[in-house]
């Protein structure tokens, strides 16, 4: 009896996270609910502001920093409620794409489309 070679996919998480994709025009002034992360973005530059002051045993610790990023566009940006926004650790994409590159499966295994070409640019 021949067995039947079967294909599984890893899970994927379907949390919707807030999240902006930066265009050559896209700007936004935001902070965390705290106040303690400012940022900006404009010309494809963010600007992150942090201000915080903590207690360590004894220590009180002070820290004032800003940190300037060049974003390439089309760069995905997620918002963190400590971070603000930050670059995922994971490749994202919108439930439309997902559903595209589901579809692009399916097919692909059935045997109804040539899956040698663009599975490169799609990261399949």
């Not at 926004?85 to 794409?97: A, G, N, R, S």
Request: proline residues 2%; aromatic residues 8%.
């Amino acid at each position: 009896m021949t067995e039947k070679i079967e294909y599984y996919t890893l899970k994927p998480n379907l949390k919707q996270i807030y999240g902006k994709k930066i265009m050559k025009d896209t700007k936004f002034t935001e902070q965390t609910e705290n106040g303690v992360v400012k940022q900006e973005l404009k010309d494809l530059t963010l600007v992150t502001t942090i201000k915080r002051k903590e207690t360590a045993g004894k220590f009180e610790i002070e820290e004032e920093s800003t940190i300037k990023v060049k974003v390439p566009e089309g760069t995905i940006l997620i918002w963190d409620e400590k971070e603000g926004f930050i670059v995922p650790q994971y490749q994202m994409c919108t439930l439309e794409e997902l559903e595209e590159e589901i579809k692009d499966i399916k097919d692909i295994y059935k045997g109804d489309k040539d899956d040698t070409k663009g599975n490169e640019a799609k990261n399949i």
